[in-house]
């Protein structure tokens, strides 16, 4: 008996076995604690919610290892933690930290901005944001095993989640009806390897699992982008940046479950208390905008 | 054969994909009353604990065990600790089966492997044997003991109990629901025609 580790199907199977969950972002054990307890499939462990990095400003780098420690000691679910864009040695930090995820994420300031890190050098499985079929099939190129539509994050506001779900999840039901002689063209336009435009018309779905992102701040809103298409969703500064977080993260956990029941969802969404306060993405100059990062 | 799959969370999908290539129904059991008209469920692979909330949340633990009392059940990964009667943690489980699962036995992410399993309950070939079942185990738990009864179906080298059975329900540490080889799934649609 031979054991291979590090190998495409467990990379990728790992988000299999997270659909139809919630990713919570923590930042101290005790968040973590109360993510897990409200039934969160994962833990991202971070210094600072996406909300908190856009009040705080300047450059936003990967978490003290201390706090990733301290967040993996707190509970028994997978916990993830971001690195830049194309900071590889971030990501091989993490990787010896035993962390169970990297998200190569757009929320923290990119450190290149040309190149993604090479994700088929590490063990350690990847999710990467994108918000068109054409970047989640070059992040999967690079070896991303999970995808996740970007939304704008730290805002509250869903309409981006939306607009990129809807982009993905459309483009997949267009290639749907090409002509085989068509994808060719249609892979130099959307800036994807061919053989992976092939292969999401073959699977009807991207080869690897897709949650939404960004943005996410209320039952109904997981519940929507579940009802959308994806296999799940992240939910960044929605909960702890809310009145109630341990009331909102159950609630948005049976939502998510529950998503095409508007009976429970109705029922889950009374009294949460504050919802966090949201920031339109309309109001949000351009240059501040977090989902343009990445190529 | 109408198979339920539970899908409160997790690869719920890959099982009901897997049950309609071997032939039977499948359908997604979220609330106890989709367990109507259904011969066997399986339990996929998931977070236990996330199961385990939405599971007592939603009325299923009572409904599970009383369809556990007549019809077979199948857990993969969170699956099988949740079928299980000990984890030595606080955490919602059904109790059918008479095993203690140790969860995340081989560690983190970085554990997570695949390999060849010989699983000798399943069909045989022409040389009179099974052939090896390509397991993959994602921070996968172990079966640490089994009570009387419960028959031990596959281990690993070191000895690691990775797939019991015992009467009508059936546990894996391993997830066939990731892999093109559908005969565990066969073997369980054995178990629910009675086999």
Redesign the interface.
Known sequence: METQTGTVAVKRGLAQMLKGGVIMDVVTPEHAKIAEDAGACAVMALERVPADIRAHGGVARMSDPEIILRIMDAVTIPVMAKCRIGHFVEAQVLEALGIDYIDESEVLTPADEAHHVNKHNFKVPFVCGCRNLGEALRRIAEGAAMIRTKGEAGTGDVVEAVRHARAVLGDIRRLQTMAEEELFTFAKEIDAPYELVKETKELGRLPVVNFAAGGIATPADAALMMQLGVDGVFVGSGIFKSGDPAKRAKAIVEATTHFRDAKIIADVSRNLGEPMVGRQVNDIPSAELLAQRGW | MNIGVL????????HIQSIRRTGGEASEV?LPRDLAGLNGLIVP???S??IG??AV?YGLIEALHDFGKTRAIWGT??GAIFLSKDVR?HQPLLGLMDITVQ??AF???????????DIPALAREGNGRARPFHA????APIIESVGPGVEVLAR??NGSIVAARQGRFLATSF?PE?TRDDRVHQYFLGIVGGK
């Open positions: 899908a409160l969370q997790g690869d719920f999908s890959e979220r692979g998931g977070e604990t996330t909330k939405l949340q990964c969170a943690r969860r995340n560690g983190r992410q970085a554990e997570s492997f695949e390999i060849d399993l993959v185990f994602i921070r690993l080298e997830h990731l």
